[in-house]
């Protein structure tokens, strides 16, 4: 099967390609193998389209060529900073550029605009919906201590408690000595009863 050759046009196919996905390729949770085979297939059907080539391209390929590219990307970046950026003559940097080249703080501001219009921005626009916090705020206001009257209430709900328990146990210690005694009786009527024979066989 003939190589896969990168023309110009292969090229820009697949740097437009990728950057049109570059949101599905950022998410944290992605199959970067199954976003890789629709480059591809994208990729194939436009150069089908432009009848250049009956080579198709694959997954790996696409994937393999584009970290090349983005290490050329990142080095025009450096070289841009150091010089300027008329010095970087690179045909693919502004297009990268244009979606590579975005700070964080930019994206994130995109990301909350995005979510200002739905309901989670909304309320937290609103002070409604409250982050939470790594630490405890420094600011916290000490635990008040309680009012006598109300540690005089809680000393007696426990004198109270212990009463109670202590009454249940007696009850149950008496109901032990209840049975304990009508266990004996029981035992001493009953050998009454055996002896009585004994003593009439032994008249």
């Known amino acids: 099967m003939p190589e896969f050759i990168w023309t110009l046009q292969a090229t820009w196919h697949l740097v ?3 950057l049109e996905m570059d949101h599905a390729f950022d998410q944290p949770v992605c199959k970067k193998k199954k976003l890789w085979e629709t480059v591809a297939e994208k990729v194939n059907t436009k150069l089908r389209e432009s009848e250049v080539t009956d080579v198709t391209v694959k997954a790996y390929e696409c994937d393999l060529k584009w970290r090349n590219m983005l290490a050329t990307y990142r080095k ?3 070289r841009a900073k150091r010089l300027g950026a008329s ?3 690179w045909e693919f940097f502004k297009a990268m550029h244009e979606i590579l080249g975005k700070s964080r703080e930019e994206i994130e501001a995109q990301r909350r605009a995005k979510l200002s ?3 989670v921005g909304k309320a937290m626009v609103s002070k409604r919906f409250t982050p939470i916090l790594p630490n405890p705020p420094t ?3 000490p635990c008040t201590a309680r009012p ?3 540690v005089l209430q809680l000393y ?3 004198q109270e408690r212990k009463m109670n328990m202590w009454a249940q146990q007696k009850a149950l210690e008496e109901r032990k000595i209840d049975a304990i005694n009508n266990l004996a009786q029981a035992i001493s009527s009953l050998a009454q009863k055996n002896s009585t024979p004994m003593s009439k066989d032994g008249l």
């Open 117 to 119: 219009g739905t309901r």
């Open 156 to 158: 007696m709900e426990l």
């Open 76 to 78: 025009n970046c450096e």
């Open 148 to 150: 006598p009257q109300d």
């Open 16 to 18: 437009n390609t990728r």
């Open 139 to 141: 600011t916290a206001t």
């Open 87 to 89: 010095s970087v003559h």
